[in-house]
C-alpha cells in the first residue's frame, strides 16, 4: 500500500485510527511498530537500541563525553559570525540569479550554504563550495545516497548483500560513499597536518578549538584518542547530517514563510528592530527573536525534516499503559504523524495560523528538502 509518493499520506491516515501505535510490514518478513504518541515515544527513546547513526551503549556514552567540550558556549560563539558570512554569500547568488529568472529552486542553494558553514564552523575549512563547483560532488553524493538507502530497505532483493553489491544501485551507492568518504577523508587529513605544528596547536588553544580539533586532540580516561575509523565516522555524521538537516530545515521554513507573508512580516519586522543599523546578526540577539523562533519551530512540527527515525531494541521495553515489546523489535518513531497528533495539538493541519500557540518545542529529532528517512 505504500509508495514513495504515498507513504505520509497513508501513515497519517493510520495514525488517525490507532492511537498509539501500529505495526507495518515490508513483505512478510520484515514488521516494524510505528509510534506517533508522544508517551510511547518517550519510552522508546529512554531506552538503549542500536542503530545506523548512533553508537551502542557504552561506546556511545564515551563518544559523548569526549565530544561534549565542543558545545561550549565559548566555542559556539563566533559561529554566528561565520554563518552570516556564508548567508550573504548565499544572498549575493540569489541577487544575481532573480536577475535572470522569475524563479530559483533554493533548496541546493541552501544545502551549499549549510555544508559552507558548518565546514568553517566545525572544521576551520574555508573551502568556498558555494562558488566553487567542484564542491557540487559531494552534495550530489549526499542526495544519492539518501535516495539509494530508502530504495533499498523497499526492494526485498536488495536486503541480501551479493545482490545489492552486483546491481546498479549497489553500484552507485559504492560509488557515492567513495566520494563522501574522500571528502571527510580530505578535511580530516589536512588538520592533522596542521596539528603536527605544535604552534600552530597552541595557538588554537589560545583562541578556541574546532569540533575537529576536539575529536583529534580528546583522550578517554586510560589516555586512549579516537581510532581512524572513529574519527571518520564522527566527522561524516556531523557533516553529512549538520548540513543536510538543517538544509531541509531552512527550506521548509522558508516555504511556509512564503505560504504565510503576514507571518513572514512579523519576522522581518521583529529582526530589523533588533538589529537597527547593523547589517548582521549577533550571539546576543538570538534570544530576543521570541517570534521568529517560534515560527521556526512550528515549521519544524510542521515539517520535521527526518519524518521518523527506527531504532532495534536491546531489551524489552513496557509502555506506560503496560504493553509491552520484546528485545529485538524494530520500532519506528514516526515524527511527522507525531507533530500532527490532535491528542497534542488542536487542528495540527493548520499549524501554521497558530504560530504563537505552540504549546512546546516542536523537534524530538531532527534531516531533504524532500522529506527522507533517518535512523538513529
Known amino acids: 500500500q505504500i509508495t514513495q509518493e504515498r507513504e505520509l499520506k497513508h501513515l497519517s491516515s493510520w495514525a488517525k485510527k490507532y492511537p498509539y501505535a501500529f505495526p507495518v510490514w515490508i513483505g512478510s518478513f ?13 519510552t522508546v527513546f529512554g531506552h538503549g537500541g542500536k542503530g545506523l547513526l548512533i553508537l551502542h551503549g557504552p561506546q556511545w556514552f564515551q563518544h559523548r563525553r569526549m565530544l561534549t567540550p565542543g558545545f561550549h558556549y565559548d566555542v559556539l560563539k563566533p559561529y554566528v559570525a561565520l554563518m552570516a ?35 568553517k564552523c566545525a572544521f576551520s575549512c574555508h573551502s568556498n563550495c558555494q562558488t566553487d563547483s567542484d564542491s557540487d560532488g559531494y552534495i550530489k553524493a549526499v542526495y544519492d545516497l539518501t535516495y539509494l538507502v530508502y530504495h533499498r530497505i ?45 604552534q600552530e596547536l597552541e595557538k588554537k588553544k589560545k583562541k578556541y578549538l574546532d569540533f575537529l580539533d576536539i575529536l583529534l586532540c580528546a583522550k578517554d ?58 547589517d548582521t546578526v549577533q550571539w546576543d540577539d538570538l534570544g530576543k527573536m521570541t517570534y521568529s523562533t517560534m515560527c521556526i519551530k512550528e515549521s519544524l512540527r510542521l515539517y520535521p525534516p527526518v519524518p521518523g527515525v527506527a531504532r532495534e531494541l536491546s531489551k524489552p521495553i513496557t509502555f506506560h499503559d503496560g504493553r509491552t515489546l ?47 528517512w533517518g535512523y538513529s
Open 30 to 42: 520484515l514488521c516494524s511498530l510505528v509510534i506517533h504518541h508522544p508517551d510511547y515515544a518517550k
Open 221 to 278: 580516561e586510560n589516555g586512549a584518542g579516537l581510532s581512524d575509523e572513529d574519527l571518520r565516522a564522527e566527522v561524516d555524521t556531523f557533516m553529512f547530517e549538520g548540513h543536510d538537516t538543517t538544509a531541509s530545515g531552512i527550506s521548509w521554513l522558508l516555504y511556509c514563510m512564503a505560504l504565510h507573508p503576514e507571518h513572514q512580516q512579523r519576522c522581518r519586522e521583529e529582526i530589523q528592530e533588533i538589529v537597527g543599523d547593523r
Open 154 to 198: 523497499r526492494f526485498f532483493p536488495y536486503y541480501n548483500d551479493l545482490i545489492y553489491r552486483i546491481s546498479p544501485q549497489g553500484r552507485r551507492f559504492r560509488e557515492a560513499c567513495q566520494l563522501a568518504h574522500l571528502h571527510t577523508e580530505k578535511v580530516i587529513k589536512e588538520r592533522k597536518t596542521s596539528l603536527q605544528d605544535q
Open 85 to 119: 558570512e556564508t548567508t550573504k554569500v548565499m544572498l549575493d547568488k540569489w541577487e544575481r540569479l532573480i536577475t535572470v529568472d522569475k524563479s530559483v529552486e533554493l533548496f541546493e542553494h541552501v544545502s551549499l550554504m549549510t555544508l559552507d558553514s558548518i565546514m
Open 326 to 372: 520484546p528485545e529485538g523489535s524494530l520500532v519506528v518513531v514516526h515524527i511527522y504523524t507525531l507533530h500532527r497528533n490532535p491528542r497534542v495539538w488542536e487542528d495540527p493541519e493548520q499549524g501554521i495560523a497558530c504560530f504563537s500557540l505552540s504549546p512546546f518545542p516542536a523537534v524530538l529529532v531532527s534531516t531533504s528538502a524532500p522529506l527522507h
